[in-house]
């Protein structure tokens, strides 16, 4: 079925394509704790979604990238020997040119393609619909040439595509979730090293709650990048002190001793966050896997407060959804997702108040904020692949 439409709209944005149209799909993702950690070294838990980025693809012979989606109206045309560069008005476009881009920088030079995108993940909620654009594209050109990049490949030059081209400072966490994404489980990624292992997410009775604020982030406007200048600031100068090779390589009990060291009072609780965080997250996945699912909930609740106080990302709809999600019976753990200022929440509800969670959460956030939340039981999903 979804062939099916993927096809009929690159037929109506292209026409017929000779050789015929290649399917893909990157999924989107959901990070249940371990949040600001990714770009200063340390652990993060995210697992793929089902929800994602399709796309129908075709090279041609012309050296012209042509790019349509079924969620925008924006058409876009680019001569690959015209040179690519960003440019605000192209919108969503510029990720498929940033990931091209950064394909050529390693050799892998592309001939013209064509490339009709959809997608299921809504834009601005913290749930990557960016790095699922941009991962949907790097499997796509990667196969349609044949340039053998391997999946990892693909992860960093995706991720460098958003901080060189888009201009997203972003860490590594949201690509590598959207391409090595298992199906039944979460991905422990250490950040600096890219370890990491699948731990199954074994839920029992619970199921995983996205609660969409509908206050869009803007990502790439927000202060974001400030953040991670206010860590970096911290680390510069915690490790004339330290023997760590990032700021979450720190432990709570070395950055305790040295935190005064810091000076500035608000770098320094920025500083905590990712130094608490880190070691929550490890807290937590072990908690999951010994099936501790209430400590696991406390950890997250824990992980949003840390959120809201030290690292001041949340803002009032993030903290009105998650202030509605603990006090509401069947809510094991909430918190919010993603890069914050906006966005989205995510929690842990049973199965058997999943009605009444939507009911109450929802009708608390509309009178705290005059707006309406929308609800997804997340299903997860594979990594970015053929299909």
């Known amino acids: 079925m979804v062939t099916q439409q993927m096809y009929d709209g690159y037929l109506n944005a292209f026409g017929p394509a000779k050789p015929a149209a290649r399917f893909f799909h990157a999924p989107g993702r959901v990070n249940l704790i371990g949040e600001h950690t990714d770009y200063n070294g340390g652990y993060v838990f995210p697992c793929a979604l089902s929800l994602g980025t399709y796309g129908a693809a075709c ?8 790019l349509a989606s079924g969620n925008d109206s924006l058409r876009a045309e680019f001569d690959l020997r015209g040179g690519l560069s960003r440019d605000v008005k192209r919108g969503w476009a510029n990720y498929p040119l940033a990931v091209v881009s950064e394909m050529e920088k390693l050799g892998c030079k592309t001939g013209g393609f064509n490339l009709y995108v959809a997608g299921d993940v809504p834009s601005g909620t913290g749930l990557s619909s960016s790095a699922s654009l941009e991962m949907l594209t790097a499997v796509a050109v990667n196969s349609l040439f044949g340039f053998g990049l391997n999946m990892l490949d693909l992860v960093k030059l995706s991720q460098r595509a958003e901080n060189n081209f888009v201009g997203v400072n972003c860490g590594i966490m949201d690509q590598f979730a959207s391409g090595f994404g298992k199906a039944g489980s979460a991905v422990l990624l250490q950040c600096q090293s890219l370890e990491y292992r699948y731990v199954p997410l074994d839920l029992r009775d619970c199921v995983i709650i996205i609660a969409n604020t509908n206050k869009p982030r803007g990502l790439a406007d927000s202060k974001y990048n400030e953040r991670r200048g206010e860590c970096a600031a911290a680390f510069d100068t915690l490790k004339k002190y330290v023997d760590a090779d990032s700021l979450c390589g ?6 305790e001793k040295n935190r005064k060291k810091i000076g500035n009072e608000t770098v320094a609780r920025r500083a ?45 709809e993030l903290d009105a959804l998650a202030g509605a999600a603990w006090q509401t019976e069947g809510c094991v753990g909430s918190r919010m997702t993603g890069a914050g200022f906006g966005g989205c929440t995510v929690s842990i509800v049973r199965a058997t108040a999943v009605n009444k969670f939507k009911e109450k959460v929802g009708a608390e956030y509309k009178i705290k904020t005059g707006l309406d939340a929308s609800f997804y039981t997340a299903e997860t999903g594979d990594g970015a692949r053929e299909i």
């Open 59 to 66: 090279g041609n012979n012309d050296g012209i990238i042509r």
């Open 250 to 255: 720190i432990s709570p009990e070395d950055f």
């Open 272 to 316: 905590a966050h990712a130094v608490y965080e880190n070691a929550r997250t490890l807290q937590a996945v072990g908690a999951l896997t010994n099936g501790e699912l209430e400590c696991f909930g406390k950890l997250m609740n824990d992980s949003h407060v840390s959120l809201r106080d030290l690292y001041e990302v949340t803002g009032a």
